[in-house]
Nanobody, 119 residues
Framework: VQLQASGGGLVQPGGSLRLSCAAS????????MGWYRQTPGKQRELVAT???????NYADSVKGRFTISRHNNKNTVFLQMSSLKSEDTAVYYC??????????????WGQGAEVTVSS
């Protein structure tokens, strides 16, 4: 099972960016999908999560600015980021709580997408 993230880059403050993450491999089902972020010297922190039924949860720091969504048929999760601030600069990691076709549970992570918010 692999998670492949894409969509990172450099954006000016106030701008927008969309991250995508696709899970591939012998997947039976995916329960929770989410995005986390990490800056040098700090612990990885939750940004947003979404269940298979569409229930979402956001960090207070991104509420009203970020939107998480998913395409269940394509095992893909998205993070639409708007009104970006310099403090949003980080490496963003996607995560999936899934079961493979042998029903073994996996806590899978993508490779990280770097987001830099700077003028």
């Amino acid at each position: 099972v692999q998670l492949q993230a894409s969509g990172g880059g450099l954006v000016q403050p106030g701008g927008s960016l969309r991250l995508s993450c696709a899970a591939s491999g012998s997947i039976f089902s995916i329960n929770l999908m989410g995005w986390y972020r990490q800056t040098p010297g700090k612990q990885r922190e939750l940004v947003a999560t979404i269940t298979s039924t569409g229930r979402t949860n956001y960090a207070d720091s991104v509420k009203g600015r970020f939107t998480i969504s998913r395409h269940n048929n394509k095992n893909t999760v998205f993070l639409q980021m708007s009104s970006l601030k310099s403090e949003d600069t980080a490496v963003y990691y996607c995560n999936a709580d899934l079961r493979d076709r042998w029903l073994a549970r996996h806590d899978s992570w993508g490779q990280g997408a770097e987001v830099t918010v700077s003028s």
